[in-house]
């Protein structure tokens, strides 16, 4: 072994004891005493390290990549690269931010040891209980969807036990009834044996007269063909019949019971307080309806015959004329971003594609008031009867009729025959209604039954609940505009009152609608102006 492995390193200021610790940017070998002395100097810039961590990495300087014999000993800070002295003399770094290039190498170990201590402490274990949280989660969704198919399985067994139940009860009544005809037939049966005994004796009776030549036996001798001439009626089988109507599979399926839509939604949090982070003046005299397209643009309609698309400071990208040259009711958007709008004086709700207007429905008796697009690229319209005495929500698949919600269960009307009535569909697949002259919010499942009606906060009278706008996010929150107190309301999916959006400066809102970030745009009927509000929080 070399003898030098042997020697004790000393310290460079007292050259007596042995060295502990090492100033990486004077590169001085310093023992326990002289760390401080070293540390007075305040003059110079100091970074003291216990020896064994200069050990593990001495630094060494970088070839400059321009001058080859030269090691680069400062550091550019705007160019972000090591430099030497000829680079430096070149002028080609002049009024750059210099510095000692290991000096810069110590900070970046500094601001990385950080980095490091932060994904080790902090980032590395959430993203260890994410993954764990995602292991649970599909430990659970399996141990949930088994439960599912036990309920499917379930299910069936007690339609099995019902049908097998009824099916039995049928078969019995079939066999009772095949035993009345059975008795029934035996005893008329046994009516014509006895008529036919007696016909028998009769004609034995008549053949011993023919025989013989008593007087007296021929003279008691009385018919009785005419007697028997009458037949016993015919007893005549009328079998019954077991009827079996059509199987009605839609029915069944509903009977039965659904898989409720999956939700895979990352959960956002509603902001304690909602915040207007813009307002889009849109030059119109009144705005009457709003719908947003992506992002940055927004179709628009007021009280003229001009459809208008903004971007969010307000200019016009391009605009639509209706084309009975009335206003447009309201307006709506297709899953493919094609705007549709009602006509109340031509009773139509019309597509307009690559800017030209085609009518997809046409109504007889009826005034359509608002429309939107569904998840399954249906048309939901509102409509109230030209004589005004009824309304009601019709589905349309292209230009056919599929389905109208109009009534409950007890045959009473869902919505009052006057008032607006804005539509959306929720996430769930139910239909949510605004309806203004019902001073409620009328919620049907997707088979038209209903699920509830809100009439406002309890702490609020009725009188100041008058629904004008609604809309659904991505959470299946149902929004709705309030115009006598200036309030938007936002409910869950079954209709419970989460809390109120106000204090945006809002002035008559009238209708909602969202962005595909869940922001929530309000249209003000009197200024004209969209406000754009955030409340749902960014952060899953």
């Known amino acids: 072994m070399d003898p030098r492995a042997q020697d004790v390193l000393l310290c460079d200021l007292c050259e007596a004891d042995p060295l502990q610790s090492y100033c990486e940017l004077c590169h001085i070998n310093l023992c326990t005493h002289c760390v401080s002395k070293h540390l007075s100097d305040s003059s110079k810039k100091h970074n003291v390290v216990p020896y064994y961590l200069h050990r593990k990495f001495s630094p060494k300087h970088p070839k400059c990549l321009k001058h080859a014999d030269k090691d680069c000993e400062i550091y550019c800070d705007k160019c972000g690269i090591p430099v030497c002295t000829t680079c430096i003399a070149s002028g080609k770094h002049k009024g750059h931010n210099l510095s000692d290039v290991l000096e810069n190498l110590s900070f970046k170990k500094q601001r990385l040891q950080k980095d490091l201590e932060e994904l080790e402490t902090k980032i590395c274990p959430r993203y260890e209980a994410m993954s764990s949280d995602v292991q649970t989660e599909k430990a659970e969704i399996e141990t949930n969807y088994g439960k599912l198919t036990n309920v499917a399985d379930r299910q069936g067994e007690i339609w099995h036990c019902e049908i097998t139940t009824i099916v039995n009860k049928r078969k019995s009544d079939i066999e009772e009834s095949k035993n009345k005809h059975l008795v029934a037939l035996e005893k008329h049966a046994d009516e014509i044996a006895h008529r036919m005994t007696e016909i028998k004796q009769v004609i034995l009776e008549m053949k011993k007269i023919l025989d013989t030549n008593d007087i007296s036996l021929a003279s008691t001798y009385k018919s009785r063909n005419d007697e028997f001439k009458k037949m016993t009626p015919k007893f005549k089988v009328t079998l019954p019949s077991l009827s079996t109507p059509t199987i009605n599979t839609e029915q069944l399926n509903e009977m039965f019971g659904s898989l409720s839509p999956l939700s895979d939604i990352t959960a956002k949090p509603l902001l304690d307080v909602p915040r207007l982070t813009a307002t889009i003046d849109t030059g119109n005299d009144l705005l009457l309806s709003i719908r947003c397209l992506g992002e940055e643009q927004i179709w628009t309609c007021g009280k003229n015959k001009i459809m ?70 249906d048309l939901l319209v509102t409509m109230i009867s030209g004589d005004e005495k009824q309304s009601k929500v019709v589905r349309y698949s292209g230009s056919t009729e599929t389905q109208t919600i109009q009534f409950d269960d007890q045959g009473r009307p869902l919505y009052l025959s006057h008032g607006i009535k804005h539509i959306s569909e929720n996430r769930n697949l139910d239909v949510c209604v605004a309806d203004n002259g019902g001073k409620a919010v009328v919620v049907v499942n997707q088979s038209g039954k209903l699920r509830f009606r809100y009439t406002g906060h309890p702490s609020d009278t009725k009188e100041s609940f008058r629904p004008v706008g609604i809309t659904t996010d991505s959470q299946s929150h149902i929004l709705t505009s309030s115009w006598d107190n200036n309030y938007i309301h936002i409910l869950d999916q079954d209709g419970r009152f989460l809390r109120y959006i106000q204090n945006c400066n809002l002035d008559h809102p009238l209708r909602l609608c969202l962005d595909i970030r869940d922001n929530l745009f309000v249209a003000e009927l009197k200024t004209a102006k969209v406000k754009k509000i955030q409340y749902l929080s960014a952060q899953c």
């Open 308 to 377: 208008k698309l903004l971007n969010l400071q307000g200019k016009l990208l391009t605009s639509i004329q209706t084309e009975s040259g009335r206003r447009a009711q309201n307006i709506a958007l297709t899953r493919n971003g094609d705007l549709l709008y009602t006509d109340t004086k031509s009773n139509t709700v019309n597509l307009v594609k690559n800017k030209q207007i085609l009518t997809v429905i046409t109504l007889q008796g009826w005034t359509p008031l608002d429309v939107c697009s569904t998840s399954a690229d």
